[in-house]
């Protein structure tokens, strides 16, 4: 992978150079955005790949109205988890009939942490990390209360887990890349370190897939969750993905047995008898016309290198921290995430204790970014549809705001539900 | 409520007659069935609404592609789980507030079967049809499992359910109308006998929403849920329903604790505190696509009268085994279904020893039925939009068929997956 270096001092016509060289730069018109504005949200919600209307129309009026039923298997609805997942594995480093699309992550996050507890009958403690997107934990908190309280779950901060490992450790459940800075945790060596006490290592790819590598069967990783609307482009609350090592398939099992997880669906058995393969791990019918859409996304993402993903996003996000710091010194911002490129995702974020006007401000001014309590402002470079002109532009547009002090007008004050 | 008496021996004058005379023909527009297709399997897949193709046109390239996260505000994206289950409420005999749109039938049952399970600490029985749609039972399974096998899952058949209730039994959850056969359960009845007991009443409506009045309320049932793509014609897995009444919400609590069952989703606070109301049996972020669509179906369910609906069920599936026990005389078929329009949903099931190569070659000529194993050929009849000629048209043909030894043909024959 090559590290591209930010001058000292870059200016737009720098900006301007690079996107002319940019490799990845053809693939930005596979998307459409809005003429001018600068999204730097697809870490929450990715953009839309012009394919994606054409697709839909197709699958509405063709699969669904036209061939009605026959579809299931004309069109393979009843296959696309397991089709859609084997396309999506080789951007997480994992195998053939691993990864299954479906559900929601925080159901997925309840299958695996099921099966992982249910693996481990004589340890009591899962870790998470503290800080983590709420959902995690709670999802772990709805398992042990389902078990009885059999184990507790235990959270830490980034640079305690490895030391909170121990024999009592069922699993560690750690997102990969922290939704509000953007933290890497080093997957080898913590998936190492649980491995080494026994434990299991499950991995949360939420911000991470799509956006830089991964390489689960690399790391050894036991299971792994994940969703495909961020940078994945699948669409609004597209089906999640869930990967099951191989040498667990057949011994790991989730407790919601549904009829598309019976080894024989269509027999109508009166017992259930589990799928012996990752398919024991799909529930029920998956919402289709959602689903189909994240096929778009993910063939514009297996056109691309990720190595030339990973390096551009890193060139992005120093560009942009470099730019801030430079051009909004002395306005308050701190980074909130790490400095090195290397242990950060393709995000950045900056603590304001005016995060919330400025961000409001910044978007009437057509940059998305998002805001999160307290004072976090966050901005998602993807790196498949940002470029570097989009950055300089962003920060353009920042400065104006903090030196004319644009975010102080009333409108930008006014609380309302933030997404 | 109209009763429709059928003629000893009904013509294709007396259909298109009725077909004239029919309020709900002018609804039969607002469908996109294909050209000479006689389609009678909307008990598997509903037809797609004309509205269908431009609500996803609408959603993909202007919610998602233009608007992007800000939709999840501005289009209503976060509430429609709720709005939708407003209203589709009056559908099912609930209140506002009672029912949420979500996820699929088989994790919704997970839930309220969980709920229930923790409502009843001292009982240790659940009661459920054993012939049922195998998903059901195998979610019981699960369940029962889950909680180290506190209880134990008692398989009735039809007439056995009233007399297995006991001081036992948690609840039954029990579906309303038979997937295969067809047959009505006495819900008023059932909810009343379980309820006497001190269980609790639980149906699935996956085979009556919306093409049957159904009384949640009138019977004071306690939990339901249901898919929206078979009479509902939200479009393939569309998202499903699920019932809470309001009785029990803030007592009920369901195992799967994401964070949109928060309190305060948006607060990220550290550990779960369950919502008071409906929403804490919301998991996590919803496939929004598939979810937008159920509500161009339930528009045109609004605007239909369901006594109306009813009446042209039932005379639909009488003047069906009709015209086959007359025209298809000599030929096999043996009613599968209740004969009393009163006890029987709105599809009509027929056992043939070859019923499957039938199928078959029903399917060739257009009309659209299904198989299920071993025997049964199944039909369903949406009154809106299947009328009295295509009931006519689809019997000369099975007539046809059979007379013709058609389905004796080896491309009939052969054996493929069937949905």
């Known amino acids: 992978m090559t590290r591209i270096e930010i001058p000292e001092a870059p200016d737009r016509a720098w900006c301007e150079a690079m996107d002319r060289a940019d490799p990845l730069a053809p693939l930005r018109d596979r998307f459409d955005l809005p003429e001018g504005m600068i999204y730097l949200d697809g870490n929450s919600l990715g953009a839309m790949p012009k394919d994606a209307s054409a697709k839909a129309q197709d699958v509405v009026?063709?699969?669904?109205?036209?061939?009605?039923?026959?579809?299931?298997?004309?069109?393979?609805?009843?296959?696309?988890?397991?089709?859609?997942?084997?396309?999506?594995?080789?951007?997480?480093?994992?195998?053939?009939?691993?990864?299954?699309?479906?559900?929601?992550?925080?159901?997925?996050?309840?299958?695996?942490?099921?099966?992982?507890?249910?693996?481990?009958?004589?340890?009591?403690?899962?870790?998470?990390?503290?800080?983590?997107?709420?959902?995690?934990?709670?999802?772990?908190?709805?398992?042990?209360?389902?078990?009885?309280?059999?184990?507790?779950?235990?959270?830490?901060?980034?640079?305690?887990?490895?030391?909170?490992?121990?024999?009592?450790?069922?699993?560690?459940?750690?997102?990969?890349?922290?939704?509000?800075?953007?933290?890497?945790?080093?997957?080898?060596?913590?998936?190492?370190?649980?491995?080494?006490?026994?434990?299991?290592?499950?991995?949360?790819?939420?911000?991470?897939?799509?956006?830089?590598?991964?390489?689960?069967?690399?790391?050894?990783?036991?299971?792994?969750?994940?969703?495909?609307?961020?940078?994945?482009?699948?669409?609004?609350?597209?089906?999640?993905?869930?990967?099951?090592?191989?040498?667990?398939?057949?011994?790991?099992?989730?407790?919601?047995?549904?009829?598309?997880?019976h080894a024989a669906p269509f027999a109508f058995e009166p017992g259930y008898r589990p799928q012996t393969g990752l398919r024991q791990f799909l529930i029920g019918t998956q919402?289709?016309?959602?689903?189909?859409?994240?096929?778009?996304?993910?063939?514009?993402?297996?056109?691309?290198?990720?190595?030339?993903?990973?390096?551009?996003?890193?060139?992005?996000?120093?560009?942009?921290?470099?730019?801030?710091?430079?051009r909004c010194a002395g306005h308050g911002f701190t980074l909130a995430s790490p400095r090195d490129a290397a242990a950060r995702g393709s995000q950045v974020s900056f603590a304001h204790a005016d995060g919330y006007p400025i961000m409001r401000a910044l978007i009437a001014a057509g940059v998305i970014g998002d805001f999160r309590a307290p004072d976090t402002v966050r901005f998602g470079f993807a790196p498949l549809y940002v470029g570097y002109v989009d950055v300089w532009e962003a920060v353009e547009r920042l400065a104006a705001i903090m030196n004319g002090g644009v975010w102080r007008q009333p409108e930008h004050q006014a609380r309302e539900a933030v997404t």
């Open 287 to 326: 919402p289709i016309l959602s689903m189909t859409l994240v096929e778009t996304g993910l063939d514009i993402h297996l056109s691309a290198d990720m190595a030339e993903i990973r390096s551009k996003s890193m060139a992005l996000t120093d560009l942009f921290i470099r730019l801030v710091e430079q």
């Open 61 to 261: 009026t063709r699969e669904w109205g036209t061939d009605l039923i026959k579809s299931w298997n004309s069109a393979g609805w009843f296959d696309l988890p397991v089709r859609l997942g084997d396309k999506l594995a080789p951007l997480i480093g994992a195998g053939a009939g691993e990864v299954i699309v479906c559900d929601s992550t925080s159901q997925n996050l309840f299958k695996v942490l099921s099966a992982a507890v249910a693996m481990r009958p004589d340890r009591n403690v899962l870790i998470l990390e503290g800080s983590n997107f709420p959902t995690n934990n709670y999802i772990a908190e709805g398992v042990a209360a389902a078990t009885g309280g059999r184990f507790s779950v235990r959270l830490c901060e980034k640079d305690e887990i490895a030391g909170a490992i121990d024999a009592d450790t069922i699993a560690v459940a750690i997102t990969h890349v922290h939704y509000k800075t953007g933290h890497v945790h080093d997957m080898a060596a913590i998936t190492a370190r649980a491995q080494a006490a026994g434990a299991l290592a499950i991995w949360d790819l939420c911000h991470s897939a799509g956006a830089m590598p991964v390489d689960l069967n690399g790391c050894n990783a036991d299971f792994a969750v994940g969703c495909t609307y961020k940078y994945l482009n699948g669409g609004p609350g597209s089906p999640a993905f869930l990967f099951v090592a191989k040498r667990h398939q057949g011994q790991a099992h989730q407790p919601v047995t549904g009829w598309w997880g």
